[in-house]
Nanobody, 127 residues
Framework: VQLQACGGGPVQAGGSVRLSCAAS????????VAWFRRGPGPEREFVAA????????DYSDSAKGRFTISRDSAKTQVYLQMNSLKPEDTAVYYC?????????????????????WGQGTQVTVSS
């Protein structure tokens, strides 16, 4: 399964961006999907996830209240709406999908829970 993330680009602080993640196979509709990001540092950071089985949504503390993860009704795409962007949101954003359904809650934020990764899309927030 190949994931394609798009929608990134330059934006001013306080602005908004919507990222999209689509897959090469229809099985994507059955996967749990998450967004991660990697900023200037080496760490990859969890941003948000949506679980297909029950629609459970998780956000990182930095994303909560500003970002919204959603899925279209056909479950062919997953979106990350990012509002009130800050310079510290500057990062490469990756979508990831897990082929094993229903990731347990304690593992939702772990990159190792996901099997497929997109190539990333750069978001640059200027002050």
């Amino acid at each position: 399964v190949q994931l394609q993330a798009c929608g990134g680009g330059p934006v001013q602080a306080g602005g908004s961006v919507r990222l999209s993640c689509a897959a090469s196979e229809s099985s994507f509709s059955t996967y749990d999907v998450a967004w991660f990001r990697r900023g200037p540092g080496p760490e990859r950071e969890f941003v948000a996830a949506i679980r297909r089985s029950d629609g459970r949504i998780d956000y990182s503390d930095s994303a909560k209240g500003r970002f919204t993860i959603s899925r279209d009704s056909a479950k062919t795409q997953v979106y990350l709406q990012m509002n009130s962007l800050k310079p510290e949101d500057t990062a490469v954003y990756y979508c990831a999908a897990a082929k094993v359904p229903h990731i347990i809650v304690s593992a939702i934020r772990l990159g190792t829970s996901y099997d497929y990764w997109g190539q990333g899309t750069q978001v640059t927030v200027s002050s």
